[in-house]
């Protein structure tokens, strides 16, 4: 079984960042694809970012496009989202996810979840 930890949320102003990190632990695997999502409350959950190995191809959402970068390090066994430039409408709880199919697609059916972090942009 693969465990997911994130770490890294929290309360931040309009313009600032964050990096997100999430942890595999457990039967963990180097390949498949790992992901973040995000889910505004009184919204549904929704695709952010992902990433197929460590500099692998990557896929954003367009609204996180050139403000997010999601990056991997297999040896660490930890995905992050370094967050920039945040607005209010950033603000959510900050999933990930992982799967063994090494799929950039964002309506994958992820096998593997965190509890999540709560990302909380100020304006």
């Known amino acids: 079984q693969v465990q997911l930890g994130e770490s890294g949320g929290g309360l931040v102003q309009a313009g600032g960042s964050l990096r997100l990190s999430c942890v595999q632990s457990?039967?963990?695997?180097?390949?498949?694809?790992m992901a973040w999502f995000r889910q505004a409350p009184g919204k549904e959950r929704e695709f952010v970012a992902a990433?197929?190995?460590?500099?692998?191809?990557?896929r954003y959402a367009d609204s996180v496009k050139g403000r997010f970068t999601i990056s991997r390090d297999i040896v660490k066994r930890t995905m992050y989202l370094q967050m920039n430039s945040l607005t209010p409408e950033d603000t959510a709880v900050y999933y990930c996810?992982?799967?063994?199919?090494?799929?950039?697609?964002?309506?994958?059916?992820?096998?593997?979840w965190g509890q999540g972090t709560q990302v909380t942009v100020s304006s």
């Open positions: 990433i197929t190995r460590d500099n692998g191809p990557k």
């Open positions: 457990g039967r963990t695997f180097s390949g498949g694809v």
């Open positions: 996810a992982a799967d063994s199919r090494p799929l950039l697609i964002p309506t994958l059916r992820y096998t593997y």
